[in-house]
């Protein structure tokens, strides 16, 4: 074996090795961040966190009973925002559509996709805090809305996409109009996959924080109605972490791991369900 | 007359039949159009609005400095003299510190679930790392506070100093919170983005590229770097355009971390300011329309960066899946 052979085939093997410790390296990252973030959360939560008010600074103990329901009521109103959004322009791109306005549609769905969400709370401050006058779940709950429109268009309409072409022909050919063949043959058919997306869109805001900031602000205390305030479980994580005191620290691994765990679980389960409903549609 | 007449005639008779049922039913039809393009126009609506607010609302900064905005260094919210350049610095360093880690990483990880591991494996793993960029990003910031930043003080600092310490890059003291620990935190986070694109791309190359080259003799790392990477070339550039779009807009986690000072410094050590970061710190408290305005132009700075680097990273890939369809 010629010195150049070697010297070549020593060169692969080192560099797939490489290739092969950069995949190691990326997938102990989430280990290490799944095992710390457990590790320390797990001596943090305890059920005080989840049925107490905070308490004021220098007393230990308290939970964040406020911020889990205060993200709860965001998400309700981010829901009802983005979902019939998303829905009812999916159905526009897969069924309606004409070809230039559904490209710009689409490109815009994209650009709005990639505005950083800290510029999302600025026009969420300009169109609801400044009229309203104070910051207010509302406020934060249109911010969260505005961010949740991108993934439910582009997931819904892949879903209905993905309805086989006979479906749609069957219910045609017995005389269905359009719409009604939408309504009952193709939004059922796709149902599932259209909830999974929805549901991962939820878990994808949930931990947003940027656009919370000046849009729902915070609170220390319940926030009732959906006019005032309203502490929020990434906010508070953030508040707590840059703090200087221990015991805000623990709480904000507790709230850290709670979080963490809501968005990983909802990832897991909906891209098993994907996975299957994908072997289902190859048959 | 007599011709409308006859026409009106013939058709009479039929329109009080079947077809006057199937015309309300297109009507239907019209107006399930109709809504679902009022939806989908809404989303046109929202944007454009966006962009109105940020323009009107920076009116005052825009009328006030001008371009001197970008290039001046002075933030002092007391005497109204505001300058967006320490901004511009810490977010295009910590994004150009953030890629340089994270592109090699990304790419060689990525050409290891491609090229080199069994489909299942692959499909694994890639799919950890997906889960990955689910992890929102105020928990990348909590486990930089907490883990990055002591380790920085501690360990990564003192080696710099000390084998590249002749560098004005890596001089003067180390807080842990700085420019170097936000691209670190910056690189974990933009990573999963690089992998999961840049694998997808090299997985559309066709086969054929492979096996003329190791046909020919070519090791597969040869195969893979002088064959399958060029040809895959301009969707990795578009996956790097993506992670960048990503770090410059990305905002807890830098704000955590890098230290919120707007000074420029020769030092990675030294803390620094982003734009993203001074937007979330100040915008709450901000008090007086220029100051308003000029955070809201900063915000106005960045959407339009990362709306050009979407743009372009969305047309690389599309370009890069399409040659592989058209030789496939």
Redesign the interface.
Known sequence: MSFRTAW??S??IV??S??????L???S??IF?LG??AW?GASAVNWDFFTKLPKPVGDTGGGMANAIVGSAKLLLIASLIGM??GI??A???A???GKT?SF??RY?????N??????????A???VVIPMKH?STLAGGFALG?MM?PIA?RSTEEFLRAVPRNLREGAMALGA????T?ATVIVPAALQGILTGLLLDV??V?????PL??TA?SNRFWSPGWNQPIASL?VM??TY??SPYDDW?RQ??AA?LV??GL??VI??VS?FVMARRAAFLRG | MASALSTMDRAAPIRSGPRSFLRR??D??Q???L??????????L??T??VY??WI?STDARHKFGWHFFFTTTWDPVAGDFGALPFIYGTLVTSALALLIAV??????A???A???PRSISDG?A??????A??????Y???G???VVPMMRLYIAPFLKATLGFLPLFQGPCYGVGMLTAGIVLA?MV??FI?SVSREVLLSVPADQREAAMGLGA????AT?KVVVPFARTGIFGSVFLAL?RA?????AV??VIGNDPKIAASLFAPGYSI?AV??NE??EATGNLYVHS??EL?LV??LL??I???VA?LLIVATEQKGMSQA
Not at chain 1, 177 to 180: A, C, I, T, V
């Open positions: 070549r085939k060169v692969n560099m797939l490489l290739t092969g410790a950069c995949a390296v990326t997938v990252v989430l961040i710390y973030l320390n019939p959004i009812m322009a159905v526009y791109l069924e309606f559509g306005f710009i549609v815009t769905t994209d650009l709005l990639g505005v950083p969400s800290i510029v999302i709370g600025i026009f401050y300009a169109v910051f505005i429109i268009v109009s359009k719409w009604k939408i878990a994808r949930a931990g947003e924080t940027a900031l000046f602000f990434p994580i953030f972490a840059i620290h904000a691994w850290g979080l963490l968005v990983l990832n897991i891209r | 039913l297109a239907g039809d107006i399930a159009h809504i679902t393009l009022v939806f989908a126009a809404s989303i046109l929202i944007t609005m966006l607010q940020l609302g090699p990483l990304g790419l060689g990880a050409i290891f679930l090229e080199l591991a793993l799919f950890l790392i997906d889960l990955l689910a992890v929102p990003s105020v928990i910031g909590l486990l506070i907490f883990i974990v990573v999963p992998v090791t597969r790392w040869e770097w779009a410059l807009g990305e905002t807890m704000t955590m993203a937007i979330a915008f709450s955070l809201v915000g960045l959407f990362t709306f680097l979407n743009g969305r």
